[in-house]
């Protein structure tokens, strides 16, 4: 069963950094898009930030300049730099990837909390 395994959220200062890693635990050569979402408390679900295989990214418009997303297509990784963080950055952060046939992979879920 392919997962999607995540790590490096945490408490950090506004203005600080933080970097999301996803490593895909089982088969990821399915994996057609890779990205990031978050959501906070009272919100829905949105997106971050994604990219396909082929290296095509694109972003959330309150995180263009700030924010990097990477891929590693032969260790099926994504990773998620994050820079000049802000209190409204605050949420649980989700690696998602897409399949080639459609399908939803999902994280578990990593807290990045921003203080002011």
């Known amino acids: 069963q392919v997962q999607l395994v995540e790590s490096g959220g945490g408490l950090v200062q506004a203005g600080g950094s933080l970097r999301l890693s996803c490593v895909t635990s089982?088969?990821?050569?399915?994996?057609?898009?890779m990205g990031w979402y978050r959501q906070a408390p009272g919100k829905q679900r949105e997106l971050v930030a994604r990219?396909?295989?082929?290296?095509?990214?694109e972003y959330e418009d309150s995180v263009k300049g700030r924010f990097t997303i990477s891929r590693d297509n032969a260790r099926n990784t994504v990773a998620l730099q994050m820079n000049n963080l802000q209190p409204a950055d605050t949420a649980v952060y989700y690696c998602?990837?897409?399949?080639?046939?459609?399908?939803?992979?999902w994280g578990q879920g990593t807290q990045v909390t921003v203080s002011s």
């Open positions: 998602n990837a897409v399949t080639f046939g459609g399908s939803h992979l």
């Open positions: 089982g088969n990821g050569d399915n994996n057609s898009i």
């Open positions: 990219v396909t295989r082929g290296g095509n990214s």
